[in-house]
């Protein structure tokens, strides 16, 4: 079944790791985004992307960096974490412009 | 850019009753509005969406109204029952543009 999927569900670091969120997705979107949501809150967009080789910054200001190599494949890396990234990552793709997102069911992070 | 203002907060209803939620938005030339609903640790999902050559939608239960003059657009959940309770979020996109503005979001209580 078509679908975005996200790796690790849950992950609990350390101060100063480095760490990669995975996001794939099967649906043959082209564009995709990162989200950064507390939970049942509002939703930041911190990273977002039309195409391979196209990444953009959005509204959130956010330490972390993705790259887009493969069209189904979207990481989010923070090279070094620390206690102010605790929060949910979500990965959403999207094709046609009016046709919506589909999201993934996240990656809840702590930082200890 | 576009601008999506979301009201209340927050709404408590009893079961059976309805709930409207509110979304105002700033670009006239936005021409879709999905509507998300995100249960407790779950994924936000898609459960009705509106173009702009269109007033009105309806699924079931749920039903979204389009007012281009004055740039809003509400949710309508009639005979509420206790698995509507979740935050809905609204989202408009500006002609021409991928990407969705959200809302921050309602937290619907439905009341046994």
């Known amino acids: 079944e078509a679908d975005i999927y996200q790796t690790p569900r849950y992950l609990v670091i350390g101060t100063g790791k480095k760490i990669t969120l995975e996001c794939s997705q099967t649906?043959?979107?082209?564009?995709m985004y990162w989200y950064q949501q507390d939970p049942g809150m509002e939703l930041h967009l911190i990273h977002y992307?039309?195409?391979?080789?196209?990444?953009e910054k959005g509204d959130l200001s956010s330490e972390s960096t993705v790259s887009r190599i493969r069209t189904e494949h979207f990481p989010l890396t923070l090279e070094s974490a620390r206690p102010s990234h605790t929060s949910q990552y979500l990965c959403?793709?999207?094709?046609?412009?009016?046709?919506?997102?589909?999201f993934g069911s996240g990656t809840r992070l702590t930082v200890v | 850019g576009e601008n999506v203002e979301q009201h209340p907060s927050t709404l408590s209803v009893q079961e059976g009753d309805s709930a409207v939620i509110k979304c105002t938005y700033s670009?006239?030339?936005?021409?879709?509005f999905p509507w998300y609903k995100q249960e407790l640790g779950k994924r936000p999902q898609l459960i009705i969406d509106?173009?702009?050559?269109?007033g009105e939608k309806k699924d079931q239960r749920i039903a979204v109204t389009l007012n281009k003059t004055a740039k809003h657009f509400s949710l309508h959940i009639t005979e509420t029952q206790p698995e509507d309770s979740a935050v809905y979020f609204c989202?408009?996109?500006?002609?021409?543009?991928?990407?969705?503005?959200f809302g921050k979001g309602t937290k619907l209580s439905v009341i046994p």
């Open positions: 959403a793709s999207s094709g046609h412009v009016l046709s919506g997102y589909t």
């Open positions: 649906m043959g979107h082209d564009k």
């Open positions: 992307s039309y195409g391979v080789n196209s990444t």
């Open positions: 670009d006239s030339a936005s021409n879709y």
């Open positions: 509106i173009r702009s050559n269109v």
């Open positions: 989202a408009g996109t500006g002609a021409g543009s991928y990407q969705l503005t």
